[in-house]
């Protein structure tokens, strides 16, 4: 039942999509995504982005060649 109290929880205008996560949900998930490979170069994509692409594709339904620029690439977001 929405009330008051918790409608603010649920409130997702301060986002840039609506299926974005908000810090709440990156801090439950971060700890479940495994560090970059040893030996390998460094990570240079911002996982919350990726993970923001996913959720994007996962929410829409729309295609990957239409994932916004201002998300990683989607070839990026697909190898995840």
């Keep these: 039942m929405w009330t008051n109290e918790n409608r603010g929880r649920y409130d997702r205008s ?12 990156w801090g439950i998930i971060s700890p479940l ?3 970059a490979k040893r030996g390998g170069n460094k990570r ?3 996982m ?3 993970v923001n ?20 690439p989607r070839s990026t977001v697909n190898d995840y």
């Design 44 to 46: 240079t994509v911002v």
């Design 48 to 50: 919350r982005e990726v």
């Design 33 to 35: 995504i495994p560090p």
């Design 14 to 25: 301060g986002l840039r999509y609506p299926s974005d996560l908000t810090d709440e949900e």
């Design 53 to 72: 692409g996913l959720m994007y594709i996962l929410g829409t339904g729309c295609q990957w060649a239409a994932l916004p620029k201002d998300l990683p």
